[in-house]
């Protein structure tokens, strides 16, 4: 009965290793046969993007002021006529009524601004307001009922992710790469100053001529980029593309739509990153967060505690490791917004609640007609 019973037990015992056994081989299999498919988010994205066409006037040299001087226009020696040349680029639909995002460097300095949908009709554009910090433009046409593309959430994109790029490259319709999303919060040092805001979403999706302000789009055919700059030495694509984050470009749109400028905070703070050598000249466990280095008298932070020699570790709940991640939070925010900060202070963390002001030090929004003024009187009023 002993022995009957053993046996029984051991039965039991090999069906329940066997039925473990064939799950985990089904579910190996079942992983190994899936597959991503990116017909869905180009369906859904193809009539979203559009071909952008500017016309430009040619600069000529420096030449040109020289021959202003009236004794070399008496002998006809006047500079020649300017001559218009086109640039070529992308576009995304972001709003049915008409509005289109795209990258400043595509639009400035033009002329003339010709959209074409993908179903071939054109249309004039005028340009709502631009932003050369971040390499972004708003742009309107008249049209309404257009299908416009649906906005994703870049904070929560991550390296690996499938990624689809929609544009125009070498002035060709509706044409769609894909790749995975190779970096975050890449900063290129492209747009040049210490006042640009640099920090793109690497991808290794095929990126051309004329890509540029065309559409990142995950595999749920949302928006999470405007692919902006390829890394080449000949101009065309060499493997590796960048895209400025949607979060930052929402915010922009909105900002220059509504206001006609971008609404840009003061942290009131300049910083250094914390690398191996900061981290051990500090004792610090971590190598996290980014160190301030002088404090602002007019900025966000004056108001507060923080000191030369703090640390910011987090923003809202989010770890600010790099300048160009810090860079990217602020500009999702406006003069007004009130943010929870954490800092490292006396080598404690501490909680700081902080409320984020303007370039002038208060939380007012500043119209375009402000900047006008200002920039005319030489004065703020």
Request: aromatic share 8%; proline share 2%.
């Amino acid at each position: 009965m002993k022995n009957s019973k053993k046996h029984i037990l051991f039965i039991l015992f090999f069906n329940v290793l066997f039925t473990v056994s064939s799950c985990a081989q089904s579910n190996q299999q079942s992983r190994n046969n899936q597959y991503v498919d990116l017909t869905y988010a180009a369906e859904k994205t193809i009539n979203t993007v559009v071909h952008i066409n500017a016309e430009m006037l040619q600069k000529h040299s420096m030449w040109d002021q020289f021959f202003q001087d009236p004794f070399f226009n008496f002998f006809n020696f006047g500079p020649q006529p300017q001559r218009m040349y086109q640039a070529y680029g992308s576009g995304v639909i972001v709003k049915e009524n008409g509005y289109i995002v795209t990258n400043n460097h595509v639009v400035e300095g033009a002329q003339n601004i010709t959209i074409t949908l993908n179903d071939k009709r054109k249309f004039s554009a005028t340009i709502v307001g631009t932003d050369p910090q971040c390499d972004l433009a708003l742009l309107k046409i008249e049209a309404s009922h257009l299908t416009a593309i649906s906005y994703g959430n870049s904070d929560n994109i991550r390296i690996g992710e499938w990624v689809l790029a929609v544009g125009n490259p070498f002035n060709l319709n509706s044409t769609v790469t894909t790749g995975i999303i190779s970096a975050k919060t890449r900063n290129l040092n492209i747009l040049g100053g210490n006042t640009s805001v640099e920090s793109f979403i690497q991808t290794d999706a095929a990126v051309n001529s004329g890509n540029s302000g065309g559409a990142l789009v995950n595999t749920q055919g949302e928006l999470i980029g405007i692919n902006a700059a390829i890394a080449s030495n000949t101009g065309s694509y060499a493997g590796y593309s960048f895209a400025i984050p949607v979060n930052m470009v929402k915010k922009i749109v909105e900002d220059l739509e509504k206001y006609g400028r971008v609404q840009r905070v003061n942290f009131g703070a300049s910083f250094v990153e914390i690398d191996n050598n900061k981290a051990q000249e500090l004792q610090l466990k971590n190598i996290k967060g980014i160190q301030v280095v002088t404090i602002d008298k007019n900025g966000s932070l004056s108001q507060t505690n923080i000191s030369q020699g703090d640390i910011l570790l987090s923003i809202e709940g989010h770890e600010i490791n790099s300048l160009s991640e810090f860079k990217e939070f602020l500009e999702q925010h406006r003069p007004g917004d009130k943010v929870n900060c954490v800092f490292l202070k006396n080598k404690k963390e501490i909680k700081v609640p902080i409320t984020l002001k303007n370039i002038r030090g208060t939380t007012d929004i500043i119209t375009a007609d402000d900047l006008i003024v200002t920039k005319s009187l030489g004065a703020d009023f």
